[in-house]
C-alpha cells in the first residue's frame, strides 16, 4: 500500500509501481490521510480518488484530527497523526515516496535538534511498523531532479500542497532556505549527506549489536535485571538503554538526561525507587530490576 497524499514523490512512486506490477505479481492500493488543515483538502481527497480509480488501484480514504497546540508543534504532530494511520492499514507493506533530498534534509533536521546516533542515521530503507506490517522508502537513493524528470516523460499534473512553502517549518526552512545555499557551494550536498546517514546508520546497527551482546542471554524487554547496566562503562550503559527505548518505541530523551538516568538507576539506594519522566514515560528501579510504564499526569514520580 502506498502512502499517496497526491503530490510529486507519491505520485511518482505509485505510477512506477502500478507499471511494474504485472512483472512482479504483487497486489497494489493506496492510503490518502486527510488531515484536514487545509482549505484544499477535499480537493487533494477528490484528486487521490480520480487517479486510483484511473489505473484501477483500490483507495482508503482515512481523516485524523491533528492537533494544533502540541509541544513539538504542527508539523510534528500532523506527522504523528498520519502514521497512527498507517499503523491500521490492512498491508504486508507501506512505502512511502521520500527520496535523497529528503534524506539529506532529515540528517540536517536531526542534527541541529542535537540527535545522538538514531537520528544522525536519517530514515530507515525499511522498518518494522507493528506485527504485519512494514514500512518501505525505496525511493531514498534517488535524486528529486530524476523524480520530477519522470513524472514531466508522462506529463503527470500533481498536488502541490501549500504548507510545503511555508518557512516558518522547520523543515521547508531547511529545503528552501538552507540547502539551496549549501549546493551553491557544494553541489553534491545532498548525496554526500544522504551517504552519511547510510554511514551512521551501519554504525548504530553495530551498536545495538553491542547492546545485544551486553544484554548477554536476558531476554531484551522490561523489566530488565540491573546487573546488565552494573557492570558497563558509562557510554555502553547509555547505549543499552537508547537501544531498549527504542527497541519499545519511545522516544530517546537528551543524552544528558539519558546519562541522570542511568546514574540514578545504578547509584540509589536499596530501599528507594528511582523514577525519571521523560515524555509520557516514566523508567524506574524496584529492587533489582529497570521497569518501563507509560506516566500518568497525576502519578508519583516515585512508584511504591
Not at 538514531?118 to 523524480?147: H, N
Not at 548477554?216 to 543499552?240: D, I, K, T, W, Y
Request: with cysteine; net charge neutral.
Amino acid at each position: 500500500m502506498v502512502g499517496f497524499s497526491g503530490g510529486r514523490d507519491s505520485l511518482a512512486l505509485l505510477s512506477v509501481l502500478h507499471e511494474i506490477q504485472p512483472t512482479f505479481k504483487f497486489h497494489l492500493a493506496a492510503c490518502h490521510v486527510n488531515h484536514r488543515l487545509s482549505p484544499h483538502a477535499m480537493e487533494w481527497q477528490d484528486f487521490c480518488q480520480r487517479y486510483c480509480n484511473g489505473i484501477d488501484v483500490p483507495l482508503t480514504i482515512a481523516e485524523v484530527d491533528v492537533p494544533r497546540a502540541t509541544p513539538d508543534g504542527l508539523e510534528s504532530a500532523a506527522r504523528a497523526a498520519r502514521y497512527a494511520a498507517f499503523a491500521s492499514i490492512d498491508a504486508d507493506w507501506l512505502v512511502l515516496g521520500q527520496h535523497r533530498e529528503d534524506q539529506a534534509e532529515t540528517l540536517l533536521f536531526n542534527l541541529l535538534r542535537g540527535t545522538g546516533l538514531q537520528g544522525a542515521a536519517g530514515m530507515p530503507e525499511t522498518r518494522l511498523i507493528r506485527p504485519g506490517l512494514r514500512l518501505m522508502r525505496p525511493l531514498l537513493s534517488i535524486a528529486r531532479e530524476d523524480v520530477d524528470d519522470y513524472l514531466r516523460s508522462r506529463s503527470f499534473d500533481w498536488i502541490d500542497d501549500e504548507s510545503n512553502d511555508d518557512v516558518r517549518f522547520s523543515r521547508n526552512f531547511l529545503r528552501h532556505r538552507v540547502m539551496p545555499l549549501l549546493r551553491s557551494r557544494f553541489p553534491a550536498a545532498a548525496a554526500t549527506l544522504s551517504g552519511a546517514a547510510q554511514r551512521f546508520n551501519e554504525a548504530r546497527n553495530l551498536l545495538d549489536d553491542l547492546a545485544l551482546l551486553d544484554m548477554a542471554e536476558v531476554p531484551a524487554s522490561f523489566p530488565m535485571p540491573l546487573s546488565c547496566l552494573e557492570n558497563l562503562s558509562e557510554p555502553r550503559g547509555r547505549n543499552l538503554l537508547r537501544f531498549m527505548l527504542t527497541r519499545h518505541g519511545v522516544r530517546i530523551p537528551s543524552e544528558a538526561r539519558l546519562g541522570e538516568i542511568l546514574r540514578q538507576l545504578l547509584t540509589a539506594r536499596v530501599d528507594r525507587h528511582p523514577a525519571v519522566v521523560f515524555g509520557e514515560w516514566k523508567i524506574y528501579r524496584k529492587r533489582d530490576a529497570v521497569h518501563l510504564k507509560k506516566n500518568l499526569a497525576n502519578e508519583c514520580q516515585e512508584p511504591r
